[in-house]
């Protein structure tokens, strides 16, 4: 059975990415997936060789014919945004899909078609498979791409006989997140103790609980305002969450960033132990 875990932040900046691809490192026998197609950076540390990709259709955008059309302005009347001028001009990249034009269009030239809002793609790394996307700038239904890279993840798990898929989720608390951890048998929160960070963070975990999903917190730069990590000590055991380590801040994760390898391969040095005895932990919850 295939083991799935993600590892979240209430906000960005917290070292998710930095922690994902340390334990993918650490790991055995596994699918490593960047879940946040929004502003996909896994890659940076992983170089993955493409082996392939697919065309991803987000929302349906309008597209008019200009020679079917009498210029009889409902278009620009109903829609709600801005997506066609008063001389019933269409501007595509301003259509949100809605298809109102198409419904009050009397002489039928408009329809909706499909919209190429991106990629997924199926990698090779050092470390094993990854599965990761890019949405293109602008484009919606961030959410829809995610599930399709958790399902090729799942798809990929099974083919090549893998049981653990670890998922770099997006930061934050919106659809993508909530695409990103459904299911899944366990969530690592991530949190700086900023107040921010304490914040965005508490607010994610009661998401991962909304859907009954076990949740461990790691503690990234906890020595930069030691008062904050003692309320996120307290609210943890208030809340009965586990704190699987705490990681004090070093530049050792912006040098190894900065070599294209992650922490546990370019240093033996305490960030390095410290990640290494978080794995132990959350390895003794996964089995």
């Known amino acids: 059975m295939v083991k799935e875990i993600t590892i979240i932040s209430g906000k960005g900046g917290c070292g ?3 922690l994902t691809a340390s334990f993918a490192a650490l790991a055995k026998n596994l699918v490593i997936v960047d879940a946040d197609v929004d502003a996909a950076d896994m890659h940076l540390l992983m170089q993955p060789k493409i ?3 697919e065309v991803f259709n987000g929302l349906n955008v309008a597209q008019k014919d200009d020679n079917i059309c009498i210029n009889c302005g409902k278009c620009y009347e109903n829609c709600r945004y801005g997506a066609f001028d008063p001389d019933n001009t269409l501007h595509p990249e301003k259509c949100e899909g809605c298809a ?13 078609v499909k919209r190429n809002a991106g990629e997924a793609y199926i990698s090779d790394t050092r470390f094993g498979p990854m ?11 961030s959410g829809k791409l995610v599930a399709l890279v958790r399902q090729n993840a799942k798809n990929v798990a099974k083919e090549t006989g893998k049981d653990l898929i670890i998922i770099d989720g997006p930061p934050g608390i919106g659809c993508t997140v909530i695409a990103s951890l459904t299911g899944v048998d366990l969530v690592l929160v991530v949190i700086e103790p900023s107040l921010s960070g304490i914040h965005d963070s508490m607010r994610v975990m009661k998401v991962a609980k ?16 030691e ?4 309320n996120i000590l307290k609210f943890c055991n208030d809340e009965g969450i586990e704190i699987v380590g705490k990681i004090a801040y070093d530049d050792t994760a912006t040098e190894a960033m900065m070599d294209e390898k992650t922490v546990v391969e370019y240093s033996d040095g305490s960030m390095s132990q410290a990640i290494k005895d978080i794995w132990q932990k959350i390895e003794k919850v996964l089995i």
Do not use: R, W
Not at 100 to 112: G, S
Not at 133 to 141: F, I, Q, S, W
Not at 210 to 225: G, M, Q, S, T
């Open 16 to 18: 998710k990415t930095t």
């Open 51 to 53: 082996k392939s990709k």
């Open 100 to 112: 109102v034009c198409e419904m009050v269009c009397p002489v039928n030239a408009i329809q909706m």
């Open 131 to 141: 599965v990761h996307a890019k949405l293109h700038a602008g484009e919606e239904a």
């Open 210 to 225: 909304h859907f009954n999903i076990p949740a461990l917190v790691c503690i990234n730069k906890y020595d930069i305002n």
């Open 227 to 230: 008062e904050n990590t003692k």
